[in-house]
């Protein structure tokens, strides 16, 4: 019966049920499916031949909460300060190549918004264009901070891995799906305007 259901899912270009039970959460088609998980190993190889990469592929992690909290108890280790006063400040960086690491904190890059879409003339959200569906934001500079306080006019915009928005809490008390909120500045519109909007970051799209 397995045999013959993942032979019934590769014919019908799904990823099987055995290979999904022991992956990441994904809902794309088995050949996109199979690329990314190429990707992925390539990503993870790169970093464990040639070191610390420049910036994180958010893509390429497997369980990326883990990565934002190891990279937080880095800092706090370095400064001798109480990981629970320290949090992540975001700061959205021109497009193109990452030249250097940042001297703290990481760079994290692949994430899509849905909803609206990143301007970088005007460094804020603004709204999508006609029938663009998704967008890429350019890299994202995750800067941690000692007792930070939130600024203003800032949409607290949540990253998904998945389109599906939804997830079960594992046994980490982590959300299988949901990954961290991230601060985007609101430009011309209140927060509560991208609210509405149902304004989101995406780790993995569905294509």
């Not at 108890?73 to 975001?90: C, L, V």
């Not at 003339?121 to 663009?132: F, G, H, I, T």
């Not at 890429?136 to 389109?163: E, Q």
Request: charge should be neutral; aromatic fraction near 12%; charged fraction near 20%.
């Amino acid at each position: 019966a397995e045999l013959e259901e993942m032979a019934n899912s590769i014919y019908i270009n799904a990823v099987p049920t055995k290979f999904a039970s022991v992956a990441y959460p994904s809902l794309k088609p088995l050949s996109s499916w199979t690329i990314d998980l190429v990707a992925r190993c390539k990503f993870i190889e790169n970093w464990y031949l040639n070191g610390t990469p420049k910036s994180f592929w958010m893509g390429g992690f497997y369980f990326p909460q883990a990565f934002l909290t190891a990279s937080l108890q880095n800092y706090a280790r370095k400064i001798q300060e109480a990981i629970d006063t320290i949090s992540f400040g975001f700061e959205v960086l021109p497009e193109g190549e990452i030249k250097e690491a940042p001297e703290k904190g990481v760079v994290i890059t692949g994430l899509f918004l849905e909803g609206a879409r990143w301007d970088s003339d005007v460094n804020s959200l603004v709204e999508s264009r006609p029938k663009e569906l998704f967008t890429s934001l350019p890299p994202v500079k995750l800067d941690p901070i000692v007792n930070r306080a939130k600024p203003k006019n800032m949409y607290t915009c949540p990253v998904y891995k998945t389109l599906k928005r939804a997830g079960t809490l594992s046994t980490t008390g982590h959300s299988t799906n949901f990954v961290l909120p991230i601060e985007l500045p609101c430009g011309a519109q209140p927060d509560s305007h991208w609210i509405k909007r149902g304004v989101a970051c995406i780790v993995s799209l569905d294509t």
